[in-house]
């Protein structure tokens, strides 16, 4: 790792004036405080353009159209759906629900965060032509992390001018066969340019956590591992909220890593300083109850599942739990709370009453307010949170007779009676949820089935057309079969702690605890939270899985960086993982020979759909058993292996990406219309081939 | 100014001015033409002159797919068919029909006007739920259509027997 000059986005050395000097510091801090440094921008960078080869413009499950058309109503600046930009012109798709009158879409959390990316391009679409303005971005991207990893790894020159040539040569094989892309396309292309943002900076944090507990290269083996060989990369290009709640639960974990670690860090002393780092970590901690509340505005029960893993994690490894504190924790949480709580509101009068709780939407006649076409309405306009009385049933019995004070003061204890009793009813669901989540936990063939091996499942497979297309979970993820060398790893601990605490830290293998020992605290907690969040999830949602429609488990994706973080904690898996050169060859000759070799056979065997991804679960669960083999074998007292380890780590994170650019090329090529027109044609030509 | 910063900002540079190019800002300049349909014309309308249809007599199976994917999958053997002459978008349609099943399938072949020679038609795959198949065999017909100006003729048909494998 070369320090040259710059570390920012842009290093020139022509800046005279003052104010364009500010905004690159700011646009450095900006960087720094987004991906960490060049390796964590290139990490995004190339996720990016990696998910771009896959990106499908269009719906891929039909809850899809509930989502896109509320995000075309809000860039048209209202909240309820009045007109259906996507999907059965009647409205009533999955998840679309009906509030006084008005039809409502749901996830509007993630809605909103697509909003940047609307305005992005319509703002491109205004000065050039919409399709090369996508082509530009993937091929910019590209080219940003060509000339990053050229930094990193000091030869600038040779990365540069080879990125330059392939970007080129992409960009020209894209504008010959490049077709309009329609604007009617940008709400729905923001909530995917979005969620693509959040799965790329999901592997950035995860790698950023990591870094500060395992170093640079582990960081960088885990978080790519999220990108480009997880269910994280299968969802980043679709319009789905899995892959924001991923990168929400990710900051959670990185923000309790930061506060710990302020919390416990050694070194020179001061009072400045001591004040400095309990501010530190006030901040992270308040952010980390933040995140939270805000992952409530795009899925209130997955953030009730954070929240339920956060606290335990958090006040069980706090060095104090003050006054200071409480308030600061709270109050972050009551104001990231608010836009949940206004969204709700507006709607249906009810802050507590998320749109998975109202009713469904049945084509009926929608309230002669939003029947007038044009910008005149003022109901549930954007951020006010204002809501017309009459068209709130809920409120309606209460605000007419609202006429002097004691009638307003009737009124609002009403309210907050209808509140209380509603935030009794929400906590009484989800703790139904988690009980069901139990009794789920005694079933057998479900978890075999949620788990291991999902083949074709008779509740499951007539829903998705007879094919067997929803893997489990260690088919979609095969790496999780490292977490067989947990009894390697515990052996490893029990080995090493009579030692440690006798000399301080220089036991063990020679050389590997001759580093400074490092607090232990601020891992625990985030390993901790870890644990409890994948927990608390599945519980959440295995007693509906199996569930069609699911592909990769998705209702999981948001615990899969914390299960990838939770590998690089395994002592085995690190020690494998530090071979980092074998690993990456191994990878890449999985991905390019291998990766050859499934599309060579899927192109002679012609496979329907179910054949295809069972073909793929199947190969994934040989990678995965191989893995486990090797992580069992850990456990030995024996010589460890750690070369096979890394070699096998490769490999199946290989097998893990070839599953993820042949579903989203070849098997699921359906699912839209390819932003990349090159990818367009060469996905027509393997179908015809 | 060094190669590689001169490379990397005429590669930005070109991006940018040809998305520009395309754009509406520079009229006249269409980049990225509307993608052509898929089948164009009135289709559905027109004519066409068949010579011969052919299409097998054996080798009808139902198969259960491939690594436990569980499903049957209709495997039939490609239809051809000699055109003479079309006029318009007419459609030529193969299509096989297992009565005991209540199951259908069938796939559309739109030929180009004026084109002449043999049109293939596969029968495209889709899943059977295996709880629906119960006996070894079933009979089923296969006919190839001429489709058009919402009118069918059957241009041959024939009654096969269908293995029921794995």
Redesign the interface.
């Given at each position: 790792m070369t320090d040259g000059e710059g570390d920012g986005p842009d290093s020139d050395s022509g800046f005279r004036s003052r104010g364009l000097a500010r905004l690159r510091r700011a646009g450095r801090a900006l960087y720094g405080v987004a991906f960490g440094d060049r390796c964590g921008a290139a990490l995004f960078l190339g996720a990016l353009a990696f998910f771009g080869l896959y990106w499908r413009v269009g719906v891929f499950i039909t809850d899809t159209y509930t989502v896109a058309n509320a995000a075309a109503a809000v860039s048209e600046g209202s909240l309820s759906v009045d007109r259906i930009a996507y999907g059965p012109a009647s409205g009533e798709t999955p998840g679309m629900v009906v509030a006084g009158g008005e039809r409502y879409g749901r996830n509007y959390g993630q809605v909103f965060l697509a909003l940047p990316a609307a305005h992005l391009l319509r703002g491109l679409a205004l000065v050039a032509d919409l399709r090369l303005a996508v082509v530009g971005l993937w091929c910019l991207s590209l080219l940003g992390c060509f000339v990053l990893l050229g930094r990193i790894t000091g030869r600038r020159r040779a990365f540069a001018l080879a990125g330059s040539g392939v970007v080129l040569a992409l960009f020209g094989a894209n504008l010959a066969v490049a077709t309009e892309l329609e604007a009617r396309w940008i709400p729905l292309a923001a909530l995917q340019l979005s969620s693509m943002t959040a799965a790329a900076m999901t592997a950035v944090l995860l790698y950023r956590l990591v870094r500060r507990i395992r170093g640079r290269r582990t960081g960088m083996a885990a978080g790519a591992a999220v990108a480009f060989a997880s269910p994280v990369g299968f969802w980043a290009p679709l319009p789905k909220r899995h892959a924001s709640v991923a990168a929400l639960v990710v900051a959670v974990a990185y923000c309790l890593y930061r506060t710990r670690e302020a919390e416990t860090a050694a070194g020179p002393d001061g009072r400045a300083r001591r004040r400095d780092r309990r501010r530190r970590a006030l901040g992270f901690r308040a952010l980390a109850y933040g995140l939270v509340g805000f992952c409530a505005w795009i899925q209130p029960a997955e953030a009730l599942a954070l929240l339920v893993a956060l606290v335990p994690a958090d006040l069980l490894t706090a060095r104090s739990t003050g006054r200071r504190e409480l308030a600061a924790v709270g109050g972050a949480f009551g104001l990231s709370l608010l836009p949940f709580l206004l969204t709700n509101y507006a709607m249906s009068g009810n802050p507590l009453l998320p749109p998975r709780l109202l009713p469904r939407y049945a084509g009926e006649a929608l309230s002669p307010t939003s029947a007038v076409e044009g910008p005149g309405r003022g109901t549930g306009a954007l951020g006010d949170g204002s809501v017309d009385a009459a068209s709130d049933p809920l409120s309606a019995s209460a605000s007419a007779d609202a006429g002097g004070r004691r009638s307003a003061a009737v009124a609002l204890a009403r309210f907050l009676g209808r509140v209380g009793a509603t935030a009794i009813d929400n906590a009484g669901l989800f703790w139904r949820f988690m009980a069901r989540g139990v009794d789920a936990l005694l079933d057998g063939d479900r978890l075999y089935r949620t788990f291991v091996r999902s083949g074709y499942v008779d509740s499951v497979a007539p829903e998705d057309g007879n094919e067997a297309i929803s893997l489990s979970l260690l088919e979609s993820m095969p790496l999780l079969g490292a977490a067989l060398a947990l009894p390697g790893h515990l052996a490893l601990r029990l080995r090493e702690d009579p030692g440690r605490s006798g000399r301080s830290g220089r036991s063990g293998r020679p050389g590997a605890r001759a580093r400074r020992e490092v607090d232990p605290t601020p891992a625990r907690a985030v390993d901790l939270f870890s644990l409890a969040f994948a927990g608390v999830l599945t519980l959440l949602y295995l007693p509906r899985l199996p569930l069609h429609a699911t592909v990769t488990v998705r209702y999981l994706v948001p615990a899969v960086p914390a299960l990838a973080y939770l590998l690089t904690r395994l002592e085995p898996v690190r020690s494998a993982a530090r071979a980092w050169r074998t690993m990456a060859w191994a990878y890449a000759a999985t991905v390019l020979v291998g990766g050859q070799l499934l599309l060579l056979a899927t192109l002679l065997r012609r496979p329907a759909l179910g054949e295809a991804m069972q073909g793929h679960a199947l190969l994934a669960l040989a990678a995965a058993l191989c893995l486990g083999v090797w992580g069992l074998s850990t456990a030995s007292t024996a010589r460890r292996s750690d070369r096979l380890g890394a070699v096998l780590l490769g490999a199946v994170g290989g097998v893990a990406t070839a599953f993820l650019l042949l579903s989203g090329v070849v098997h699921f090529s359906a699912a839209g219309e390819f932003a990349l027109p090159a990818v367009r044609v060469v996905s027509e030509a393997l179908s015809a081939a | 100014m060094?190669?590689?910063?001169l490379?990397?900002r005429?590669?930005?540079l070109?991006?940018?001015v040809?998305?520009?190019?395309?754009?509406?800002?520079v009229p006249g300049v269409d980049?990225?033409?509307?993608?052509p349909a898929p089948v164009s014309g009135n289709v559905g309308q027109g004519s066409v002159a068949v010579e011969a249809v052919a299409f097998g007599e054996t080798g009808y199976r139902l198969e259960r797919?491939?690594?436990?994917?569980?499903?049957y999958?209709l495997v039939a053997p490609d239809a051809f068919v000699e055109v003479a002459s079309v006029d318009g978008r007419p459609m030529l349609v193969y299509e096989v029909r297992i009565a005991d099943l209540g199951y259908a399938r069938s796939t559309t072949a739109f030929p180009s006007e004026g084109a002449v020679g043999t049109v293939r038609i596969s029968l495209g795959?889709?899943?059977?739920?295996?709880?629906r198949i119960a006996a070894g065999r079933y009979r089923a017909e296969v006919r190839v259509l001429a489709r058009a100006n919402e009118r069918d003729r059957v241009l041959d048909e024939r009654t096969v027997e269908i293995e029921v494998r794995g």
């Amino acid at each position: 790792m070369t320090d040259g000059e710059g570390d920012g986005p842009d290093s020139d050395s022509g800046f005279r004036s003052r104010g364009l000097a500010r905004l690159r510091r700011a646009g450095r801090a900006l960087y720094g405080v987004a991906f960490g440094d060049r390796c964590g921008a290139a990490l995004f960078l190339g996720a990016l353009a990696f998910f771009g080869l896959y990106w499908r413009v269009g719906v891929f499950i039909t809850d899809t159209y509930t989502v896109a058309n509320a995000a075309a109503a809000v860039s048209e600046g209202s909240l309820s759906v009045d007109r259906i930009a996507y999907g059965p012109a009647s409205g009533e798709t999955p998840g679309m629900v009906v509030a006084g009158g008005e039809r409502y879409g749901r996830n509007y959390g993630q809605v909103f965060l697509a909003l940047p990316a609307a305005h992005l391009l319509r703002g491109l679409a205004l000065v050039a032509d919409l399709r090369l303005a996508v082509v530009g971005l993937w091929c910019l991207s590209l080219l940003g992390c060509f000339v990053l990893l050229g930094r990193i790894t000091g030869r600038r020159r040779a990365f540069a001018l080879a990125g330059s040539g392939v970007v080129l040569a992409l960009f020209g094989a894209n504008l010959a066969v490049a077709t309009e892309l329609e604007a009617r396309w940008i709400p729905l292309a923001a909530l995917q340019l979005s969620s693509m943002t959040a799965a790329a900076m999901t592997a950035v944090l995860l790698y950023r956590l990591v870094r500060r507990i395992r170093g640079r290269r582990t960081g960088m083996a885990a978080g790519a591992a999220v990108a480009f060989a997880s269910p994280v990369g299968f969802w980043a290009p679709l319009p789905k909220r899995h892959a924001s709640v991923a990168a929400l639960v990710v900051a959670v974990a990185y923000c309790l890593y930061r506060t710990r670690e302020a919390e416990t860090a050694a070194g020179p002393d001061g009072r400045a300083r001591r004040r400095d780092r309990r501010r530190r970590a006030l901040g992270f901690r308040a952010l980390a109850y933040g995140l939270v509340g805000f992952c409530a505005w795009i899925q209130p029960a997955e953030a009730l599942a954070l929240l339920v893993a956060l606290v335990p994690a958090d006040l069980l490894t706090a060095r104090s739990t003050g006054r200071r504190e409480l308030a600061a924790v709270g109050g972050a949480f009551g104001l990231s709370l608010l836009p949940f709580l206004l969204t709700n509101y507006a709607m249906s009068g009810n802050p507590l009453l998320p749109p998975r709780l109202l009713p469904r939407y049945a084509g009926e006649a929608l309230s002669p307010t939003s029947a007038v076409e044009g910008p005149g309405r003022g109901t549930g306009a954007l951020g006010d949170g204002s809501v017309d009385a009459a068209s709130d049933p809920l409120s309606a019995s209460a605000s007419a007779d609202a006429g002097g004070r004691r009638s307003a003061a009737v009124a609002l204890a009403r309210f907050l009676g209808r509140v209380g009793a509603t935030a009794i009813d929400n906590a009484g669901l989800f703790w139904r949820f988690m009980a069901r989540g139990v009794d789920a936990l005694l079933d057998g063939d479900r978890l075999y089935r949620t788990f291991v091996r999902s083949g074709y499942v008779d509740s499951v497979a007539p829903e998705d057309g007879n094919e067997a297309i929803s893997l489990s979970l260690l088919e979609s993820m095969p790496l999780l079969g490292a977490a067989l060398a947990l009894p390697g790893h515990l052996a490893l601990r029990l080995r090493e702690d009579p030692g440690r605490s006798g000399r301080s830290g220089r036991s063990g293998r020679p050389g590997a605890r001759a580093r400074r020992e490092v607090d232990p605290t601020p891992a625990r907690a985030v390993d901790l939270f870890s644990l409890a969040f994948a927990g608390v999830l599945t519980l959440l949602y295995l007693p509906r899985l199996p569930l069609h429609a699911t592909v990769t488990v998705r209702y999981l994706v948001p615990a899969v960086p914390a299960l990838a973080y939770l590998l690089t904690r395994l002592e085995p898996v690190r020690s494998a993982a530090r071979a980092w050169r074998t690993m990456a060859w191994a990878y890449a000759a999985t991905v390019l020979v291998g990766g050859q070799l499934l599309l060579l056979a899927t192109l002679l065997r012609r496979p329907a759909l179910g054949e295809a991804m069972q073909g793929h679960a199947l190969l994934a669960l040989a990678a995965a058993l191989c893995l486990g083999v090797w992580g069992l074998s850990t456990a030995s007292t024996a010589r460890r292996s750690d070369r096979l380890g890394a070699v096998l780590l490769g490999a199946v994170g290989g097998v893990a990406t070839a599953f993820l650019l042949l579903s989203g090329v070849v098997h699921f090529s359906a699912a839209g219309e390819f932003a990349l027109p090159a990818v367009r044609v060469v996905s027509e030509a393997l179908s015809a081939a | 100014m060094q190669s590689r910063r001169l490379a990397v900002r005429l590669t930005a540079l070109v991006v940018a001015v040809a998305a520009v190019l395309g754009g509406p800002l520079v009229p006249g300049v269409d980049l990225a033409p509307p993608a052509p349909a898929p089948v164009s014309g009135n289709v559905g309308q027109g004519s066409v002159a068949v010579e011969a249809v052919a299409f097998g007599e054996t080798g009808y199976r139902l198969e259960r797919g491939a690594h436990g994917s569980g499903a049957y999958y209709l495997v039939a053997p490609d239809a051809f068919v000699e055109v003479a002459s079309v006029d318009g978008r007419p459609m030529l349609v193969y299509e096989v029909r297992i009565a005991d099943l209540g199951y259908a399938r069938s796939t559309t072949a739109f030929p180009s006007e004026g084109a002449v020679g043999t049109v293939r038609i596969s029968l495209g795959k889709d899943a059977l739920s295996p709880e629906r198949i119960a006996a070894g065999r079933y009979r089923a017909e296969v006919r190839v259509l001429a489709r058009a100006n919402e009118r069918d003729r059957v241009l041959d048909e024939r009654t096969v027997e269908i293995e029921v494998r794995g």
